[in-house]
């Protein structure tokens, strides 16, 4: 069967008509492409409202438009965050579910080896070191001492008359305690909690006299004078605490102890989908208004490429083995 025949001037009304019909289907079928592509799940190993959920939240928006794709933060707590973890490793290495990890990803392999079902060195493949945040020492109104100094030097005069609160056994302000114990040489009585916020009604309770946790997290408490703050634990003051010193100012030149936040994607996920989401990270994590309000909580902005926070996770993991093997600190 032969095509039709037009004259010169149906032919080309029949051929634009076509043209437009073939643009309206290719400029369709844009964003139909993008809307049947998974959403991206950043999976976080705690419930909603602690740090790692919140700094997920506020870069959340601006990843979303820099892939122009659907970003969605789903909490999956439990576990000392293995949950989360296995989930992550579980899921198909195509770029679609990501692991908002902690700290404990590097230190759970040092204090529970023998109830992780992954290997965090082997299942994972890095995608951004993307924050970090040093503790704040804070302690009780009525603990003595206005400082860390002042307070090392009461608990010297009355060894383990103090206590110290942490958000679980082998949790990193557990170890950072243990730290500060074997630094200063002080006793004091190691009592775990089962998170952030029950750890800082012991010390509104006078339960206990200090803890080492995120300003984010005691902020409000110190604003309203019912928890003191000693000292930080990073390599330099807070800006919103400039009259706190370190630990490291206080005497203690070798202390340092940060709280992070990596990125982290099934180890099989494939080169150029991991690169294309570092990017992505490193975009929103610099961009000036995500960058602003992660500071102005405390956050330091890292945004670092995957191998770096694959470096930094294995490095973490073997200062904390060594530490706990020297100290012989009860992890029961």
């Not at 009304?13 to 309206?24: D, I, N, P, R, V």
């Not at 500060?180 to 006299?209: C, W, Y």
């Not at 630990?247 to 709280?259: I, K, L, N, R, T």
Request: hydrophobic fraction near 40%.
């Amino acid at each position: 069967m032969q095509a039709p025949k037009f004259t010169s001037g149906p032919r080309r009304l029949w051929l634009k008509t076509a043209a437009a019909c073939l643009l309206g289907m290719s400029v369709m079928a844009g964003p139909a492409a993008a809307a049947d592509r998974q959403p991206l799940s950043l999976v976080v190993p705690f419930p909603p409202g602690g740090s790692t959920d919140i700094a997920s939240r506020i870069i959340q928006p601006k990843l979303s438009e820099i892939l122009g794709r659907t970003v969605v933060v789903e909490n999956k707590p439990g576990a000392a965050t293995q949950i989360a973890s296995q989930y992550v490793v579980r899921a198909k290495p195509d770029g679609n579910t990501l692991l908002v990890s902690f700290d404990s990803h590097s230190i759970n392999p040092v204090v529970r080896p023998e109830t992780l079902t992954y290997d965090t060195f082997k299942d994972f493949r890095g995608i951004t070191f993307a924050l970090r945040f040093p503790l704040v020492i804070g302690a009780s109104k009525q603990t003595p001492g206005n400082d860390l100094s002042e307070f090392i030097a009461a608990a010297k005069k009355d060894p383990g008359k103090y206590t110290y609160a942490s958000t679980g056994v082998g949790s990193l302000n557990h170890l950072a305690g243990e730290e500060l114990k074997r630094t200063a040489q002080i006793d004091m009585l190691h009592v775990p909690f089962s998170g952030g916020g029950t750890a800082i009604q012991a010390l509104l309770g006078e339960v206990s006299n200090i803890t080492f946790l995120s300003y984010a997290a005691l902020s409000s408490h110190i604003a309203a004078g019912s928890i003191k703050p000693l000292a930080v634990t990073g390599d330099k003051r807070l800006r919103d605490l400039p009259n706190v010193a370190t630990v490291q100012e206080s005497g203690y030149p070798d202390f340092e102890a940060y709280s992070w936040i990596g990125i982290f994607a099934p180890a099989g996920t494939p080169d150029d989908v991991a690169n294309e989401l570092t990017d992505a990270f490193q975009k929103a994590l610099n961009d000036p208004e995500v960058k602003g309000r992660l500071t102005d909580l405390g956050f330091e902005v890292m945004a670092t490429d995957g191998p770096a926070v694959d470096r930094y996770a294995r490095e973490q993991f073997e200062r904390w083995n060594t530490f706990v093997k020297e100290t012989g600190i009860s992890l029961e």
